[in-house]
């Protein structure tokens, strides 16, 4: 049970939206896909954030690369979205401000149906809801569009405000996975939380049933084995 109510459900784009890239419309967030236009501000966003986000991410995610334009182009489409992962950028509504990024990554197809989440914000965004709201529009994405029956995040034990976060947006803790990823030179344990289609809302946005027979554009196709 999620210890607050979650964000209104989020909606889809309007055609005009989708056809700028718009993926998902959260009440203070929208997520939508990297245009060439947005290299400037995404890697000053980035840059600004190297510190910040230094003690949750490896070097490479963060990117302290050659070149922060490469970190870019993984942004844009195709590359953003080969349907195996999603990369979309966070923009808050009020002004269209880049707020930071979220993903989806190792989709599945059937019978696991599942992936992981991943989600990170710029410096001097943290506190004002608006990673929560992406959030959960990302979870309601991955249910209604994606067909997922399991989202899970792995969170690094000491990242208090990310753990409040999928706790609030009623996500169940597994257990650790040991040695998880590459940080600063360690391989550190992480926390895993998931929702599944069932638990979300309510079940509303469950669509595992049918998910083999209906393939939504973009995505891998399901088969039964």
């Not at 070097?59 to 195996?84: H, I, K, V, Y």
């Not at 926390?191 to 595992?208: F, H, I, M, P, Q």
């Amino acid at each position: 049970m999620a210890s607050h109510p979650l964000p209104p459900p989020s909606t889809r784009p309007s055609a005009r939206e989708a056809s700028d890239g718009v993926v998902r419309l959260g009440t203070r967030t929208l997520l939508r896909f990297a245009n060439d236009g947005d290299g400037k501000a995404f890697i000053a966003m980035l840059s600004r954030s190297r510190e910040h986000l230094a003690a949750w991410m490896p070097r490479t995610a963060r990117g302290s690369e050659p070149s922060l334009a490469n970190r870019f182009q993984r942004m844009l489409r195709p590359q953003s979205d080969d349907g195996t992962r999603l990369r979309l950028l966070v923009c808050a509504r009020d002004d269209g401000r880049m707020v930071g990024v979220v993903s989806l990554g190792g989709i599945a197809s059937w019978p696991s149906l599942d992936c992981h989440t991943g989600y990170w914000l710029a410096e001097g965004e943290p506190g004002k809801g608006l990673m929560r709201d992406a959030v959960a529009a990302l979870v309601d994405h991955a249910f209604e569009e994606r067909c997922l029956h399991r989202v899970a995040a792995n969170i690094l034990p000491a990242n208090r405000r990310s753990l409040a976060l999928v706790r609030a947006l009623g996500f169940t803790r597994e257990g650790v996975l040991r040695g998880l990823i590459e940080i600063d030179g360690a391989w550190r344990d992480h926390e895993c939380w998931s929702v599944l289609s069932t638990e979300w809302r309510a079940g509303r946005l469950d669509r595992s049933a049918d998910a083999p027979r209906k393939r939504p554009a973009g995505t891998a196709t399901h088969r039964r084995r």
